[in-house]
């Protein structure tokens, strides 16, 4: 048979899905047994011709060699498995080999190189092997369908490689693979298990563009980027329906898995995002593993380093000891627990909107810019216990259905908690607020926030707090607590409670009681200072609902409570308690109150208040008495001298309460001192053991004087007497007279003494 053309052709519009759009002719000559080529004969004319793979690869190899530009196409071709195991495919052209839309048993480059590039593009392929192989030209293997397993380890592509709308029913391995120009596997679909363990891509130099891409790629088994290095990169849209491992895998530029799904486990533990790095509205439907994660960001600072927003977690998320700079969770789901246990964002972080339906554990956290977490939704336990908020945190509106544990946190700026909801308990036991003093907002604000189980401020440090129209159901705890300034207004909500501050400090600020049910506040061995108590129309019992007991009172200033404090008779140990209170840690005895008056007295006399002084002493000796009269019948311990030295210092404070008021009444002994003579010149003028030379007023006339006279000289003699004048000219007659007589010199000088000693508090305003 002559030498002719090969009579294949290829028709595209009988293949509608082919790219071609003219009809392709085959370029090469016939074999001389048959009317095609050995690339287009078919199989069983190949077999009995003797045609081998062997020579169908060396026709391949002496075409490299033509300078007829079409002489590499392949097109349509039925070939065997073709090896070119540790050859060199150079030919004297650079046209690259076309295999569009053949069908091939295999393809072998294994230690082999070709410089041509490759063309696969809608073929069929059963195995392709290029292990360690480089090749130096483009390949295009769009849409192409490799039904066995694909193997490229250690290889290298030193231009761009093209798998979109590939499907790979085998196993597809990729270790060590380079990829130095720009790859796509985009909308590919792998069947088996894909591994691209420490592959390597570097792509072209522009930013905007990935240098390899598997977007809308489906993965329907396991797949494997373990310690790959990837410059930009996009699995935008992709489909992991087994495991996903990318641990270790760095990537140097953008990284972009938005709208992924992760039907199995998707693992990026210890993963290193070199550059911005976006998962927005991905979903991971079962673990998602990223401790120890590193989200460095670019240079670009318009741009969040790493965002999740809209992403959705329907199991575990762990980010255990990942780093981030700027991110954003804005409108994340997380129907599992979430774990940022030891993370650390040195960036502004959005979580915004934040739904997370299973334990949330931020502890050991830090937060080095600002941490948004508004309008957030937990629903199950929050636990930041010492997180290090070093910017401003924001968690306005969050609603907490669970306990919100936030013991030993730190805020070293501002933090607003305003109108959140805390439906379990709220712990922020030895937090610190460290915010900066401001006159015009707290640095720490629960303004409006609801707190509707217990409340625990245990032994947290406030620069400046605000707890204005803030609602508790229950009992809260300041004990211990330490505020420089503090404005507290509280709602009472369904159910009776009080604040507790015992052992707290309130340097300044103000405490208000609403119009409503008023709210009380123990402030047993609390210290408080420029602390302004006011009241909605109820300033007549508003120190009622604040318990001192020890309370420090530094430098506090009892002058806007004059009126009220006149009208109780200056008490302020009195407490109006509700249903909540009852368990304090001091209990109001005969000497507490003692030294609670002392302690007032004390800052009433710093702050130059001697009313408040007066009456707190006048007090003070009060519950003194009543200590020792405690003492006298309850304490069976005491010998009889020690007893008796207790009732002589009662009957020293009830003289001294009687006659001077401690030396706070100076018209009581003033009183006494200027009437307490007529009193004893009326027991003169009875006569009979009263009697004097003056006469009775039952018997004028013994005397010979009328009743006034003898009742004038009775009352003259008794003031000479008390005076201790003496002039002698009346003298007392009866026993009782002369009794009288003699103790009325001695009442002088007592009552006298008394009256000096007060005059001179007076005068002075000490104590």
Same mark, same amino acid.
């Given at each position: ?48 011709? %003797?045609?081998?793979?062997? &020579?169908?690869? +060396?026709?391949?190899? #002496? ?16 070939? @065997? ?6 050859? &060199? ?6 046209? =690259? ?33 290029? /292990?360690?192989? *480089? ?12 039904? +066995? ?10 231009? $761009? ?69 990837? &410059? ?12 996903? /491992?990318?641990?270790? =895998? ?18 990026? /533990? ?22 120890? *994660? ?9 741009? %969040?380093? =790493?965002?999740?927003?809209?992403? !959705? ?23 599992? #627990? ?5 993370? !650390? ?36 336990? =929050? ?36 109108? #959140? ?60 607590? $330490? ?36 709210? @009380? ?35 506090? %200033? ?31 005895? @005969? ?16 702050? +130059?208040?001697? @009313? ?17 009269? &405690? ?94 004048? +003496? ?41």
């Amino acid at each position: 048979m002559s030498s002719s053309s090969c009579r294949y052709t290829f028709d595209p519009s009988v293949q509608t899905d082919a790219h071609l759009q003219t009809t392709w002719e085959c370029p090469h000559e016939a074999h001389p047994e048959s009317e095609f080529c050995v690339f287009h004969m078919s199989r069983d004319e190949r077999a009995s011709l %003797d045609v081998t793979g062997d &020579d169908i690869v +060396g026709e391949l190899r #002496a075409n490299l060699q033509s300078p007829d530009t079409r002489v590499n196409e392949y097109v349509g071709a039925d070939l @065997p498995h073709l090896s070119l195991t540790y050859q &060199d495919i150079n030919g004297a052209t650079n046209h =690259v080999l076309n295999f569009q839309h053949a069908d091939i048993d295999g393809l072998d480059l294994t230690h082999g190189r070709l410089d041509q590039g490759l063309i696969l593009r809608e073929a069929t392929v059963d195995r392709l092997k290029l /292990d360690e192989a *480089v090749v130096t030209g483009d390949v295009d293997a769009r849409e192409v369908t490799v039904t +066995g397993a694909v193997t490229a380890n250690e290889a290298t592509f030193e231009q $761009d490689v093209r798998f979109s709308e590939a499907t790979f029913r085998g196993e597809v391995r990729c270790d060590e693979t380079v990829f130095q120009g720009d790859t796509s596997f985009a909308d590919a679909t792998f069947h088996g298990t894909a591994r691209f363990r420490n592959v390597e891509t570097s792509g072209s130099s522009h930013v905007l563009d990935d240098n390899i891409t598997f977007a809308n790629a489906t993965f329907r088994d396991d797949a494997s980027f373990r310690q790959a290095i990837f &410059d930009y990169v996009t699995f935008e849209g992709a489909r992991f329906s087994a495991g996903s /491992d990318f641990e270790h =895998v760095e990537f140097e530029g953008d990284a972009r898995f938005d709208g992924v799904r992760f039907d199995e486990m998707a693992d990026f /533990d210890e993963a290193r995002f070199d550059d911005d790095a976006s998962f927005a509205d991905a979903r991971f439907m079962q673990l998602a593993e990223f401790r120890g *994660v590193e989200f460095n960001g670019g240079s670009r600072t318009t741009h %969040d380093d =790493v965002t999740f927003e809209g992403a !959705t977690f329907e199991g575990e998320a762990d980010y255990k000891l990942a780093r981030f700079r700027y991110s954003d969770f804005k409108d994340a789901v997380f129907k599992g #627990a979430v774990n940022f246990d030891r993370a !650390t964002f040195t960036a502004r972080t959005d979580c915004y909107r934040l739904r997370v339906d299973g334990a949330f554990d931020l502890s050991l956290s830090s937060f080095g810019g600002q941490a948004n977490f508004d309008e957030s939704e937990f629903r199950d336990a =929050v636990v930041a216990e010492e997180a290090t908020f070093g910017s401003d945190a924001s968690f306005e509106g969050v609603e907490f259905e669970a306990n919100a544990r936030f013991g030993e946190a730190r805020f070293e700026e501002d933090v607003s908690f305003k109108t #959140a909801t805390f439906h379990g308990l709220a712990s922020f036991r030895g937090t610190f607020f460290e915010g900066e003093l401001q006159h015009l907002e707290a640095n720490a604000s629960f303004n409006e926030a609801t707190f509707e189980a217990g409340a625990e401020f245990e032994a947290a440090n406030f620069t400046s707090a605000s707890f204005w129209e803030t609602t508790f159901h229950d009992r809260a705890d300041f004990r211990q607590s $330490d505020f420089e300034t503090a404005r507290f207004r509280v709602l009472v909500g369904d159910r009776d409670t009080y604040l507790d501050f015992t052992d707290a400090t309130l340097s300044g600020g103000t405490i208000s009681q609403g119009s409503g049910e008023p709210t @009380p506040y123990d402030l047993t061995r609390a210290t408080i200072g420029d602390l302004t108590l006011e009241g909605d129309g109820n300033e007549h019992q508003l120190l009622d609902h604040f318990r001192f007991c020890l309370t420090e009172f530094d430098r506090f %200033d009892f002058s806007d409570h004059h009126g009220y404090l006149e009208r109780n008779d200056w008490t302020i140990h009195d407490f109006v308690g509700n249903g909540a209170t009852g368990q304090f840690a001091v209990e109001l005895t @005969p000497d507490i109150i003692e030294e609670t008056y002392r302690k007032a007295q004390d800052s009433a006399n710093a702050v +130059g208040d001697t @009313p408040a002084s007066r009456e707190f002493e006048f007090k003070r000796y009060y519950y003194n008495r009543q200590k020792n009269f &405690d003492i006298i019948f309850n304490e069976y311990s005491l010998n009889t001298w020690a007893r008796g030295k207790k009732v002589a210092s009662v009957g020293l404070n009830t003289l001294m309460q009687v006659t001077c008021g401690y030396g706070n009444r100076l018209p009581r002994i003033a009183a006494f001192t200027f009437l307490l003579p007529a009193l004893f010149g009326l027991c003169y003028a009875l006569g009979g053991p009263f009697l004097t030379q003056a006469g009775s007023v039952f018997d004028p006339a013994a005397v010979d004087k009328t009743t006034m006279e003898v009742l004038f000289d009775n009352v003259y003699y008794s003031y000479i007497s008390f005076s201790t004048v +003496g002039y002698g000219d009346i003298n007392p007659l009866g026993p009782a007279a002369r009794v009288l007589a003699a103790s009325q010199g001695m009442l002088n000088g007592l009552f006298f003494t008394l009256l000096t000693f007060t005059l001179f508090k007076r005068v002075l305003g000490g104590s």
